[in-house]
């Protein structure tokens, strides 16, 4: 596994939006990664706006390319997610990444980016809080980003007092990341090979039936089948219909995977939520779930 440099005061790293643009200063968010000791590249795509977009498709992937090119930057923080990293990713070259890897943050959207670089060259991405998110993160989350960065120990010890957890212990490949994308992005050159794989899942505002549905979709495409394990972190401001689907969030979750064996923690804190703690993709990890709490360990990260 090609793992990318940890970070160093006195680093350089690009900011930049591959997806929907920005409103509103975004100073207070730099002024943290400037206090980690870092030093920043500005993209343009961070100011600019076309129709929802970050800037014309053009302009966002030639920010990208740039970054993923440039030997100087040694991390990309995506500036915030929204919609538009598919409209890229099949317009970048990613061959001096490949020879000279570094740090890929976001989440939500940035799962495009994420998955697409776990399936072509299985190299470690960090699914955790991007700029914009910064200001209303939690302090937890931010550490845990910068723990990662750094190198440091970034093992998750979380309570989940759930009736749905399954308990159990497995370990394998981490992957995953917004539910909406991951079934976008089905048979696809972005589409993540989920054979014993321990898969994380989040998402936002959508509907208890469009989440089932979604989850169909997955199930029926054998992506559930082989798993080494299934987190679960925020599925956040979801819609009923009228009549009420019926079924809570975990309910529509364990369903689809009640014939498998591998252990299923709920309550993750990570995605959509101020509290979006830092998870390594790309990485082995170690999965302990029990009916109150989950470990999350990096066994190769000690």
Not at 163 to 191: E, F, K, V, Y
Request: charged letters at 25%; glycine letters at 8%; one cysteine or more.
């Amino acid at each position: 596994m090609n793992t990318p440099a940890y970070l160093k005061k006195g680093d350089k790293i690009a900011i930049l939006c591959p997806a929907s643009y920005i409103s509103g200063d975004l100073t207070p968010a730099y002024n943290i990664l400037l206090d980690w000791g870092l030093e920043l590249e500005i993209a343009p795509s961070t100011e600019a706006q076309f129709n929802q977009f970050a800037g014309e498709d053009k302009l966002r992937a030639h920010d990208l390319q740039q970054a993923l090119d440039n030997p100087d930057i040694k991390a990309i923080i995506a500036g915030r997610g929204g919609y538009g990293s598919v409209r890229l990713i099949d317009t970048l070259d990613f061959s001096k990444f490949k020879k000279q890897p570094k740090w890929l943050v976001g989440f939500s959207d940035i799962t495009v980016i994420h998955s697409h670089i776990q399936r072509q060259f299985q190299i470690p991405t960090i699914h955790g809080q991007m700029v914009k998110s910064f200001l209303d993160a939690s302090p937890e989350s931010l550490q845990t980003l910068k723990k990662t960065l750094f190198g440091k120990n970034t093992d998750l010890h979380y309570s989940t007092p759930s009736p749905n957890n399954r308990p159990g212990h497995s370990r394998g490949i981490l992957t995953g990341g917004n539910l909406a994308i991951l079934q976008s992005i089905l048979a696809s050159a972005s589409d993540v090979d989920y054979e014993d794989k321990i898969l994380f899942l989040e998402d936002v505002g959508e509907s208890y039936y469009n989440i089932d549905r979604m989850l169909w979709t997955l199930k029926r495409a054998k992506k559930l089948d082989k798993l080494k394990g299934l987190i679960i972190g925020g599925f956040t401001s979801l819609k009923d219909s009228d009549p009420s689907f019926g079924q809570t969030i975990e309910e529509i979750i364990i369903d689809k995977v009640r014939e498998f064996d591998y252990p299923v923690a709920f309550n993750c804190p990570a995605g959509h939520i101020d509290d979006n703690r830092a998870l390594v993709f790309g990485e082995e990890i170690e999965l302990t779930v029990t009916t109150e709490k989950t470990s999350i360990t990096y066994p190769n990260r000690k």
